[in-house]
């Protein structure tokens, strides 16, 4: 899955977005990029739905498209 992320200023709204999806149940992986602006998220459908990781990202502040 990847997200576009608008609202990330720096590194560390990058890394802080990236931690937060790291812990939740369900994720596998998640890449954050400042540069491009994206998160690319490796997740089980099984466990945790598309929408609720979009939603995480939106909770902490960050406004995010999910692309696929």
Same mark, same amino acid.
């Given at each position: !899955?990847?997200?576009?992320?608008? =609202? !990330? *200023?720096?590194?560390?709204?990058? %890394?802080?977005?990236?931690? !937060?999806?790291?812990?939740?149940? =369900? ?9 491009? *602006? !994206? ?17 995480? %990202?939106?909770?902490? =502040?960050?406004?995010?498209?999910? *692309?696929?």
């Amino acid at each position: !899955m990847i997200l576009d992320i608008a =609202g !990330m *200023r720096c590194g560390a709204c990058a %890394v802080g977005i990236e931690l !937060m999806l790291a812990k939740k149940k =369900g994720i596998k992986s998640a890449k954050v990029s400042l540069n491009e *602006r !994206m998160a690319s998220v490796e997740y089980d459908p099984a466990i945790v739905a598309a929408s609720d990781i979009a939603k995480a %990202v939106s909770d902490i =502040g960050y406004i995010e498209t999910a *692309r696929s």
